[in-house]
């Protein structure tokens, strides 16, 4: 917007200052201009030539009164000059020009002179000339912005199939250039939010098939309670139970970034404390350590925890043995690092892995359980913290989970 105002008011001082000079130029021409001098030039030769003032004042039509010098009050310079004969010329917006010269008797003449001007006919053609031509000039400032704002108009109003809006092609040189670039943003943004969407109800209509098909078998077989199909009927509803739930928690963090409480997190305590409640109900067989730097990291730790849970438990359904997370600090981040000794991720879907419902194909499949969202929420909790996911090769043989964060306390 300063850009916009700058522009405007410089074109607008230069617009004015040259139709004032070109209308001046049209109007007014520099014979009229001088006419007074020349008044002045020949009373003042004929004063010191002893012309008789009176009879040329009137042969000039010039109207004129007689003063003694007494009855105004000069300045000491302004005497002087009258004392040398030369003429003062005074000037009233009132009463328009009058010059003054003393004459050798000792009186002073007071001369009015004509100056060149316009009557009320040319005084209305020059201001509606110039009124005109001011109002083209800005026009002409105007048709660039009115024709850009018009396409920004017409791609608004325009909605695509997905629900997005067009992307405009405004010039960067336009001054609404940065409306625009916003506007293709925010185009973005509602197609990345719409494809969300449509992968999340196609998400929810495909994880929900699987229960709800062995649920229908199931009761087509009119199991007695407690016997085996009812345990997998009830198994299959907590199934369903838990994958609303995750895609509710999902859905929570696509919708809005939360307000974040901000706290200086001691990593490795909260790890411990973290393994220490899951012990039981999720490390049997397994060995699960926390090693590396002891640093306190600015975050939110309730989302911190959540998405180092996320991982762990990702950990634990593929680990064979063993479960490492590993804190790092450098000069810039911190690396939380989660890492197993199982199957790995490959390194062709390494970059798609944190994608929603996203599950590779080999090792980390299906069978293991889960809807596909919880990495995903990985990331999105360390984006929030300005932070980035990462996946990698861990020297247990498995995968590396690595969640990196800003160094904000260094």
């Given at each position: 917007m300063a850009r916009l105002f700058i522009s405007l008011y410089v074109f607008i001082v230069f617009a004015l200052v040259g139709l004032s000079a070109g209308l001046d130029r049209l109007f007014f021409s520099d014979e009229s201009k001088q006419v007074s001098d020349v008044y002045i030039s020949l009373i003042e030769q004929a004063n010191k030539q002893n012309i008789e003032l009176t009879a040329l004042l009137k042969n000039l039509d010039l109207t004129y009164k007689e003063y003694a010098i007494e009855d105004i009050a000069w300045s000491k310079s302004n005497l002087k000059k009258l004392d040398n004969g030369e003429a003062i010329k005074l000037s009233d917006p009132v009463y328009g020009s009058q010059v003054y010269i003393s004459v050798d008797d000792g009186s002073l003449f007071e001369i009015d002179i004509p100056e060149s001007g316009l009557d009320s006919a040319h005084f209305f053609i020059y201001s509606l000339l110039f009124f005109i031509l001011l109002g083209g000039v800005i026009?002409?400032?105007?048709?660039?912005?009115?024709?850009?704002?018009?396409?920004?108009?017409?791609?608004?109003?325009?909605?695509?199939?997905?629900?997005?809006?067009?992307?405009?092609?405004?010039?960067?040189?336009?001054?609404v250039f940065p409306i625009a670039q916003s506007l293709n943003t925010m185009g973005e943004q509602i197609a990345q939010l719409m494809q969300n969407q449509r992968e999340l109800s196609g998400g929810v209509a495909h994880e929900f098939r699987t229960p709800l098909a062995r649920l229908k078998f199931a009761l087509a077989m009119k199991p007695n309670a407690q016997s085996e199909p009812w345990k997998d009927m009830h198994n299959d509803v907590n199934e369903l139970d838990r994958l609303v739930q995750e895609m509710l928690d999902y859905a929570s963090t696509e919708t809005r970034v939360p307000?974040?409480?901000?706290?200086?997190?001691?990593?490795?305590?909260?790890?411990?404390?973290?393994?220490?409640?899951?012990?039981?109900s999720h490390f049997k067989n397994l060995e699960v350590v926390v090693v590396g730097d002891d640093v306190t990291i600015l975050a939110d730790e309730h989302f911190i925890e959540r998405s180092i849970k996320n991982l762990v438990l990702n950990a634990v359904r593929y680990a064979r043995s063993k479960i490492k997370i590993q804190v790092i600090q450098d000069k810039n981040y911190i690396d939380i690092c989660i890492e197993d000794d199982g199957p790995g991720v490959v390194e062709d879907i390494r970059d798609r892995i944190f994608l929603p419902f996203f599950r590779p194909d080999e090792g980390r499949d299906r069978g293991r359980g889960g809807a596909g969202l919880g990495l995903a929420i990985v990331k999105r909790i360390a984006s929030w913290h300005k932070g980035t996911c990462y996946v990698d090769t861990s020297e247990l043989g498995g995968a590396k989970f690595v969640i990196q964060l800003p160094n904000l306390l260094n």
């Amino acid at each position: 917007m300063a850009r916009l105002f700058i522009s405007l008011y410089v074109f607008i001082v230069f617009a004015l200052v040259g139709l004032s000079a070109g209308l001046d130029r049209l109007f007014f021409s520099d014979e009229s201009k001088q006419v007074s001098d020349v008044y002045i030039s020949l009373i003042e030769q004929a004063n010191k030539q002893n012309i008789e003032l009176t009879a040329l004042l009137k042969n000039l039509d010039l109207t004129y009164k007689e003063y003694a010098i007494e009855d105004i009050a000069w300045s000491k310079s302004n005497l002087k000059k009258l004392d040398n004969g030369e003429a003062i010329k005074l000037s009233d917006p009132v009463y328009g020009s009058q010059v003054y010269i003393s004459v050798d008797d000792g009186s002073l003449f007071e001369i009015d002179i004509p100056e060149s001007g316009l009557d009320s006919a040319h005084f209305f053609i020059y201001s509606l000339l110039f009124f005109i031509l001011l109002g083209g000039v800005i026009g002409l400032w105007i048709w660039p912005l009115w024709k850009d704002l018009a396409s920004l108009q017409k791609t608004v109003a325009k909605v695509l199939p997905d629900g997005s809006i067009a992307k405009n092609k405004i010039h960067h040189s336009s001054v609404v250039f940065p409306i625009a670039q916003s506007l293709n943003t925010m185009g973005e943004q509602i197609a990345q939010l719409m494809q969300n969407q449509r992968e999340l109800s196609g998400g929810v209509a495909h994880e929900f098939r699987t229960p709800l098909a062995r649920l229908k078998f199931a009761l087509a077989m009119k199991p007695n309670a407690q016997s085996e199909p009812w345990k997998d009927m009830h198994n299959d509803v907590n199934e369903l139970d838990r994958l609303v739930q995750e895609m509710l928690d999902y859905a929570s963090t696509e919708t809005r970034v939360p307000e974040m409480n901000l706290a200086e997190i001691p990593i490795k305590q909260l790890c411990n404390e973290l393994l220490e409640r899951l012990k039981k109900s999720h490390f049997k067989n397994l060995e699960v350590v926390v090693v590396g730097d002891d640093v306190t990291i600015l975050a939110d730790e309730h989302f911190i925890e959540r998405s180092i849970k996320n991982l762990v438990l990702n950990a634990v359904r593929y680990a064979r043995s063993k479960i490492k997370i590993q804190v790092i600090q450098d000069k810039n981040y911190i690396d939380i690092c989660i890492e197993d000794d199982g199957p790995g991720v490959v390194e062709d879907i390494r970059d798609r892995i944190f994608l929603p419902f996203f599950r590779p194909d080999e090792g980390r499949d299906r069978g293991r359980g889960g809807a596909g969202l919880g990495l995903a929420i990985v990331k999105r909790i360390a984006s929030w913290h300005k932070g980035t996911c990462y996946v990698d090769t861990s020297e247990l043989g498995g995968a590396k989970f690595v969640i990196q964060l800003p160094n904000l306390l260094n």
